[in-house]
């Protein structure tokens, strides 16, 4: 075979799947959970992504998600979300805590679902659920896309963004947005409002999560030159 044709083999479906065969994908196989939520940028209230999250526990303390823009196989990786229980949010140097958002309000408002497969009924996902939603309700994220794919949907363009949660009614995403979100994911966001305040206990956010609620103020990543450190 040559040159050229062996780099054309790269992309065919024969030479992908020789490579699954071959290596291993152990960080990946981990993921165990499938959430389906909205982001919304840090500066910019007006944008919501939904965000696929591909989470992993490293320890009952301590999430790790890939966020995907869908959950179909061409889907973009769009970033990634770390999430702490509150005992690591409160430990948090105070400088840090401008970065995390508080889970509250998209779990108790039914924003944040379980993304089961299609044909799982209704009645075992509001079971299967309780006991991730009791333990979100108080955990707190810091959440970071890479690609701004509702400007740019071919390339990741531009610096990272910081991305933030709903703390209220009223800060989107837009009813059509929502109801596109729902309709896909044959989800009901109402009926999940309801029946989680059956069983979710009341709990206050603790001080430092959702400063920009404060301040007014929203932190942005901005590419700044500086001297190269040499060896």
């Given at each position: 075979m040559d040159t050229e044709s062996k780099r054309a083999s790269y992309h065919t479906a024969s030479y992908q799947a020789a490579g699954s065969a071959m290596m291993s994908f152990t960080p990946i196989g981990s993921i165990h959970q499938h959430l389906c939520a909205f982001h919304v940028y840090s500066n910019d209230r007006s944008r919501h992504v939904r965000a696929?999250?591909?989470?992993?526990?490293?320890?009952?303390?301590?999430?790790?998600?890939?966020?995907?823009?869908?959950?179909?196989?061409?889907?973009?990786?769009?970033?990634?979300?770390?999430?702490?229980s509150e005992k690591i949010f409160v430990g948090l140097p105070e400088d840090e805590k401008k970065y995390w958002h508080s889970h509250k309000y998209e779990v108790e408002s039914g924003l944040l679902q379980l993304r089961v497969?299609?044909?799982?009924?209704?009645?075992?996902?509001?079971?299967?659920?309780?006991?991730?939603?009791?333990?979100?309700?108080?955990?707190?994220?810091?959440?970071?896309?890479?690609?701004?794919?509702?400007?740019?949907?071919?390339?990741?363009?531009g610096p990272p963004n910081l991305m933030m949660a709903y703390t209220q009614d009223g800060q989107g995403p837009p009813p059509d947005v929502l109801k596109e979100r729902d309709e896909h994911c044959g989800m009901d966001t109402p009926r999940k409002k309801s029946l989680r305040a059956e069983y979710l206990p009341t709990y206050e956010t603790v001080k430092g999560s959702d400063e920009w609620e404060h301040t007014g103020k929203a932190v942005s990543f901005e590419p700044v030159e500086r001297e190269i450190q040499k060896q």
């Open positions: 696929h999250h591909f989470c992993v526990c490293r320890s009952k303390d301590f999430h790790q998600c890939i966020i995907y823009d869908s959950d179909k196989a061409d889907a973009r990786l769009i970033g990634i979300e770390y999430i702490v497969k299609d044909l799982v009924p209704n009645a075992a996902v509001d079971v299967a659920e309780q006991p991730a939603m009791l333990e979100l309700q108080q955990t707190y994220g810091k959440t970071i896309h890479t690609w701004a794919s509702d400007i740019h949907p071919d390339l990741p363009l």
